[in-house]
């Protein structure tokens, strides 16, 4: 009985490790998408507390995207004025999410019969609609710039929505320690005018400074931190993100969008099924 439960971890951890790939995998083609996979990786296939789990999450998604923004880099991918135009609201927002609007959650939130509302179930249904609403701008068909020299911001207008969408993404990443990818590359384009592929390097730098704000406001819970497992996590990631940053030319990412679009709407949908009514 005890090599059959052994080794049903195994298989866990397995899927779990493909996973982390395919995170990677998803941020190097299309730049958004998989980073909102690594908490219910890690929460699911590693049975790692959903708060701990989010603070992992932070790490992981600012290394891998920090690769990842590098690469773009150096192909001249990076717009620096929409990065800060976008990233000091977004940044800022983290900071206070994670600081003071986080803490304010109770452990336990409300009970119903034998149904209890805690904060780590809280934190898994908010994550699991926000995979539903991540899947939404993933799947619809969006327009693509292809100007090639363009302007940040070509109105007021476009400054301050684009600084508001800053600040709900920062408050996204503080509070589940997803990257908000899809957030902000839709954001870039419409708002920025920036083409699509300057827009994914753009929204890595800010993914980036975003994560490792959030993962350094958590400072008290990095003595529970397991670092060799959030190494070898990170690494495959990092595998990943290179794997796909380097067939990027050669697969587009805005057909891949639609159905990385489709398999987290459905993860999100099976996190809401499993904890509400799978309990």
Known sequence: MWCIVRGNVYKMEIAGFIGAFLMGLSLGLVGSGGSILTVPILVYLFYIDTLIATT??????GITS???ATVRAGAGNIHWPATLVFGIPSLTAVYLTRSFLLPLIPPVIFQLG??????????????????????????????????????????????????????????????????????IIP??????????????????????????????????????????FLVY???????????????????????????????????GAFIIFKELFLR
């Open 56 to 61: 992992y999450s932070l790490f992981i998604v």
């Open 66 to 68: 920090l690769v990842g």
């Open 114 to 183: 034998d149904f209890i509302l805690t904060k780590s179930l809280f934190l898994l249904l908010l994550f699991a609609v926000l995979m539903l609403i991540a899947s939404f701008f993933m799947v619809r068909d969006q327009e693509e710039t292809t100007e090639e020299n363009t302007t940040l911001g070509s109105t007021s207008y476009n400054l301050f929505s684009l600084s508001i969408k800053g600040i709900l993404a920062g408050c996204i990443t503080g509070l589940l320690g997803a990257g908000g990818g899809f957030l």
């Open 187 to 228: 954001a870039l384009v419409l708002m920025a005018n920036l083409p699509m592929k300057k827009a994914v390097g753009t929204s890595l730098v800010i993914i980036t400074a975003n994560s490792f704000m959030g993962f350094w406001r958590d400072y008290q819970l990095h003595e529970l931190i397991d670092w060799r």
């Open 233 to 267: 996590f990170s690494t495959i990631a990092i595998t990943g993100i290179l794997t796909g940053s380097s067939i990027a030319h050669k697969i587009s990412g805005e057909r891949l969008k639609p159905i990385f679009g489709y398999f987290i709407l459905l993860m």
